[in-house]
């Protein structure tokens, strides 16, 4: 299997099982946050998997060099978008960071085995 292909499916089931144990806590009447977050989150995610795994044939260092851009990325867009959460819905916010960070850490955790398994590969 392609490692990208690999990768972004990955993120993908992630995003999934964490939209059902959502939908379970709440009865599926999802709270609008919440599915904002999940939608942020891929797409911040989306974009640091496509800067970290760019590049057919890259030294270990150019793919380390990779790896922090994307998470540079990756964290900058994140403390941004918890502050815009933090405005827009206020009186749920200290729920909806619970439930975000412990779906970024998943979300950090697959991305880096991920990252970790191409740059092995090479």
Known sequence: ???RI????????IALVYL?????????????????????????????TAIM???AKSTAESQAQR???GTAIQMIFVMFFVL??????????KEFVW???SFFLVMLF????????KVRKS
């Open 1 to 3: 299997m392609n490692k």
């Open 6 to 13: 690999g990768a972004f499916s990955t993120l993908i089931i």
């Open 20 to 48: 059902v144990l959502v939908g379970l806590k709440w009865n599926w009447e999802i709270p609008k946050n919440q599915l904002v977050g999940i939608v942020g989150l891929l797409v911040i995610f989306f974009s640091s």
């Open 53 to 55: 795994m760019s590049g």
């Open 67 to 69: 790896f922090i851009l």
């Open 84 to 93: 815009i959460v933090k405005y827009v819905w206020k009186e749920s916010f």
């Open 99 to 101: 439930y975000f960070m």
């Open 110 to 117: 697959a991305q880096a085995t991920w990252m970790l398994l």
